[in-house]
């Protein structure tokens, strides 16, 4: 009886294992032999105890499935966004003629601000009339197209949300490991929140995908990358966005590229800029350093007539927050200025020499002159010149504006618009002086956004473009720039 009695504890610790040199098979007789001799009562609570240990025992298994990449994607899924929309693409019809066709588009983006700020590819987006935008708990809205970077192909786009959206969380880019896991999510042929895995493959690519665009520093993947991925995450094991996606190689089995997430943040941060940049402005001049791979948010410069330096605010100040929002990267300063209204006071907590301290610092109304209203506007600075060189050929235009200056990777800049230049028309308007621009620009066809046509003088050549302005005078533009 002591020998039967003590037999179900080693079935549930062993698992019907041998125990001291029993065969297994005597071992399962014995247990039938004992459960069979067991009054009802008894074995009823044995088998129910014993049910209860397979329950624990099932849960060991699920566990184990948990896996680092399981983990990473749960933590970075609710900061996915999925993008369509509908847009027009050339094609030739003949040898002398181009027609558009309507194609439905899809992308993928990254929540940049909980306010609905989000980071994209810019030709996901790019001549889409309609960015409807669907969440990862399925919800979906209309998302605004405000500033884009056509160099480096990145945009920003904004929603309307009355919750706060969960902010993709950002790894570093100067620690990547060839050989390192990695995983994409993104709206896959349509499929939203697709999760694909694979390795960093190589680092530094240079990729050329047209005449006009070229990618440099990029992480090369086997991930697999399809259409509708653009814009999307490439997520390490920590779940934190080392990269964006933006490119696979037609006609190859696992080469695809991601722009590094350092890369891509400070242009987010550039683009952030161009939307805050006819607001406010905070006379600080910050910059984004990296120590142990860490991102360090510092101060590069302040200007001696603002309230900054009047607080004494210092380059070599090192911001951790603004109004108790953390600050690592300048995008997280230019993103603390966005609701910033003139003579807010901003409480600015940073390090200096190892020393905490706390300053505060107002923003004021930027300063817009004569010249500036079109600088911020169109990235051009004009001057007005007579007669200049055109007039046997186009004798009834006796003035007109010459690009002096083009602001580099501006909506000018990309549409082609070159030193030299001889700007004669804008939305139907001659342009003879500064203030003729000025009136256009506040037109309200032009001014809410709608495209108007310019037409320029480029030695010989008479060239024309359409341009169109957000409400925040970023320039976005239709088409390059034709004859």
Not at 150 to 161: G, M, S, V, W, Y
Request: hydrophobic share 40%.
């Amino acid at each position: 009886m002591r020998f039967i009695d003590s037999l179900p504890k080693l079935l549930v610790v062993r698992r019907l294992h041998a125990v001291r040199g029993f065969p297994l098979i005597m071992i399962l007789s014995a247990y039938l032999a004992y459960a069979g001799s067991m009054p009802t009562a008894i074995a009823n609570e044995f088998f129910r105890d014993n049910a209860n240990t397979h329950e624990f025992e099932s849960e060991e298994p699920r566990s184990n499935r948990e896996t680092p990449l399981v983990k990473a994607i749960a933590k970075a899924r609710p900061s996915v966004v999925n993008l369509r929309g509908k847009k027009l693409v050339s094609q030739t019809a003949n040898r002398d003629a181009k027609t558009s066709r309507q194609v439905n588009g899809m992308g993928t983006g990254i929540v940049l601000d909980p306010r609905g700020y989000i980071l994209t590819n810019h030709h996901v987006v790019e001549n889409v009339n309609r960015i409807e935008v669907t969440l990862a708990d399925g919800t979906t809205t209309v998302g605004t197209l405000l500033a884009v970077d056509r160099a480096t192909d990145l945009a920003i786009i904004k929603i309307n949300t009355n919750r706060e959206l969960t902010v993709m969380p950002l790894g570093s880019s100067t620690d990547l490991m060839l050989g390192e896991s990695v995983a994409a999510i993104g709206n896959a042929y349509g499929y939203e929140h697709t999760v694909t895995r694979g390795i960093i493959s190589e680092l530094g690519r240079t990729v050329q995908v047209s005449d006009e665009q070229v990618y440099y520093n990029l992480i090369q993947t086997d991930a697999a990358i399809n259409p509708g991925n653009s814009g999307g995450p490439l997520l390490n094991m920590d779940g934190d966005m080392i990269g964006i996606n933006v490119a696979m190689r037609v006609g190859a089995q696992g080469i695809a590229f991601a722009i590094p997430v350092n890369d891509a943040i400070e242009v987010a941060a550039d683009l952030m800029r161009k939307i805050n940049q006819n607001k406010l402005d905070s006379g600080v001049k910050v910059k984004t350093i990296y120590r142990n791979h860490k991102p360090i948010l510092e101060v590069e410069a302040v200007d001696p007539e603002s309230s900054a330096a009047q607080s004494g605010l210092k380059p070599g100040d090192q911001i951790s927050a603004i109004n108790s929002m953390p600050c690592f990267r300048r995008v997280d300063f230019e993103r603390c200025l966005i609701d910033c209204r003139e003579g807010e006071t901003l409480n600015v907590e940073l390090c200096r020499n190892s020393t905490p301290l706390q300053f505060a610092l107002s923003a004021k109304p930027v300063k817009v002159g004569e010249g500036d209203i079109v600088w911020s506007a169109l990235g051009i600075k004009l001057r007005r010149v007579e007669r200049p060189g055109y007039e046997r050929l186009h004798p009834e235009y006796r003035y007109g504006l010459q690009v002096d200056e083009v602001r580099a990777n501006s909506q000018a800049d990309s549409e082609g618009i070159r030193l030299g230049d001889i700007i004669v028309i804008m939305d139907r308007f001659q342009t003879e002086s500064i203030e003729n621009v000025q009136y256009i620009l506040n037109q309200p066809n032009v001014a809410n956004g709608n495209p108007f046509e310019f037409y320029i003088f480029r030695g010989s050549e008479s060239l024309k473009g359409t341009l169109r302005m957000s409400t925040h005078a970023e320039l976005i533009s239709d088409r390059v720039l034709r004859r």
